[in-house]
């Protein structure tokens, strides 16, 4: 069958790193999502890899490695509006994304 | 300006009775979704749409019915509410094409409650 998981929850202090991590089985393999939900809102799009390596865009970074089906998310100078949960997906081999049930992180101050 | 939106936000309503919900999206994506993301927080597909074919999840029960008048609306019905209806429902949209990344655009969501 398919799957992914990630970790329920995570907790980490404002200013510091964190990484999120994800591992997934899949019917075929065409990219790796992560999405951010604030709560009570829709997700919304923070990176897609399909190739193996680390992508940077700012304070948020993620990595892929399709031999381990494995990603991650890391996330730099962590701030408290960055408290919500972080949703990874995969694109199997019909284009759907299959969705873990997403990594709840909490910042303290 | 809004690039996918539904309605209504929230709806209460008894077990038994029929439901609708709206969404539009001014992407001009081909493709549009309906998701369920119930209390465990876990988003489930029911119904993928392009201006060339339906696609249905075969788990989600024949109570749910999709609408779509044109490529820019995919409304979703449902018949004879259940409590376990209760969850919110996510559309979403994304462009069609090559490549194609799989981003979704997710609309506000649409809380409902089944009493």
């Known amino acids: ?109 | 300006d809004t690039a996918v939106s539904q309605t209504p936000k929230y709806l209460v309503t008894q077990m038994g009775n029929d439901k609708s919900i709206k969404c539009e999206q001014n992407l001009g994506h081909d493709t549009m979704y309906w998701y369920k993301q119930d209390s465990k927080k876990f988003l489930k597909i029911m119904f993928s749409y392009n201006n060339k074919e339906l696609i249905i999840n075969e788990t989600v029960p024949n109570r749910f019915s999709p609408k779509s008048p044109d490529k820019a609306h995919l409304n979703l019905h449902i018949n004879s509410l259940e409590l376990g209806d209760s969850a919110v429902y996510f559309c979403a949209s994304s462009r069609t094409g090559d490549p194609n990344t799989g981003e979704l655009f997710f609309g506000e969501g649409s809380r409902l409650t089944v009493l």
């Open chain 1, 1 to 109: 069958g398919q799957n992914i998981d990630q970790p329920t929850e995570m907790t980490a202090t404002e200013g510091a790193i964190v990484q999120i991590n994800c591992t997934y089985q899949t019917s075929g393999f065409n990219g790796l999502f992560w999405y951010q939900q604030h709560a009570g809102e829709a997700p919304t799009f923070l990176s897609y890899n399909v190739l193996d390596g680390l992508e940077e865009k700012g304070r948020f970074s993620s990595f892929l490695s399709r031999s381990k089906g494995y990603s991650y998310l890391l996330l730099k100078e962590l701030q408290m509006k960055d408290s919500a949960s972080y949703l990874c997906a995969a694109l199997d081999s019909n284009y759907q994304l299959i969705w873990g049930a997403g990594t709840k992180l909490i910042i303290k101050p």
